[in-house]
C-alpha cells in the first residue's frame, strides 16, 4: 500500500506569525516541519487535539510543538494539512 501523498499549505495568518519569529525559532521550526512532512501523524512528534479549538472551528484542529512554548495549530482535510496558526501556547490557544 503506498504512503499518503500530503500536500501542506499555510494560511497568511500563519505566514505573517512565522516571519515575526526570531532566525533562531525559525530555524527550529524548519527543522520541525521537515520532520513533519515525512510522517504528519507521527508519535514521536507528539501531535495532539486541541478541543476547545475544535468546538470553535467546528473541525479537528490539532498541534505539534516546535520547542517547549513554540506551537503550530494545524488542520487535515483529505490529503491537505493547512497550517493555522505559531507562536506561544497562549497565543495560539487563546
Not at 47 to 74: M, S
Amino acid at each position: 500500500m503506498a504512503a499518503q501523498q500530503w500536500v501542506f499549505k499555510k494560511t497568511p495568518t500563519f505566514r505573517k506569525k512565522f516571519d515575526k519569529l526570531s532566525p533562531n525559532q525559525q530555524e527550529k521550526a524548519k527543522e520541525r516541519f521537515d520532520e513533519w512532512k515525512k510522517d504528519p501523524f507521527s508519535q514521536a512528534l507528539g501531535v495532539h487535539k486541541i478541543n476547545r479549538l475544535c468546538g470553535v472551528a467546528k473541525r479537528p484542529i490539532r498541534a505539534v510543538h516546535v520547542e517547549k512554548n513554540l506551537v503550530v495549530t494545524f488542520a487535515v482535510q483529505g490529503n491537505v494539512i493547512a497550517s493555522l496558526d505559531i507562536g506561544t501556547e497562549k497565543e495560539v490557544y487563546g
